[in-house]
């Protein structure tokens, strides 16, 4: 089985390299052993899914400078809360239409 | 701990009750045993999770007579595609801004 980290966000007002972080995290991520796959979506709330192959992995990529650089920027400017949960995946089912 | 269902979807241009269906369905799920609560954000994909109590409660929601008709529903109509993960959290972070 594989991990989930949800990461379930309130923005501020300020941008200041909101985008170009967010996406430069994405890229960041995706080079990363372990990595799976990435799901984002924002609508008020924002919720970014990112799947891993294991814990380690996920602690790697938490403890990598330039993402350490960014979440101090989300305390400091971008983000108003959040909550951050991290999942064993047990269980899925996929479907598409034909 | 507890549980988190990630739904995510990629929708049909469809709408046809499908709002007021999705609001009926949060409605209907946040009376059920169980329920602990539930985050949703749409931007081209939508990404909705829930999170409960344990396996049997997700069980009893996923077989209830009027969520079932929103099920066939979405296969008919409303989605793409879809993936549905059950997952159990292992740890979380909350943060606020003071």
Known sequence: MYYAVIFTTER?????????TAARMVEL???YDG???IESARSGTGITVSYWRDLESISRWHENA???AAQEA???KW???FKLR????ER???????
């Open 74 to 76: 989300g305390y400091e």
């Open 86 to 89: 991290i999942c064993r995946v």
């Open 79 to 81: 983000y108003r809360s």
């Open 29 to 31: 991520a995706s080079g």
């Open 92 to 98: 899925e089912y996929e479907w598409e239409r034909e």
């Open 66 to 68: 330039e993402h350490r």
């Open 35 to 37: 990595f799976i796959g």
């Open 12 to 20: 501020t007002d300020v941008d200041d390299g909101y985008e170009e």
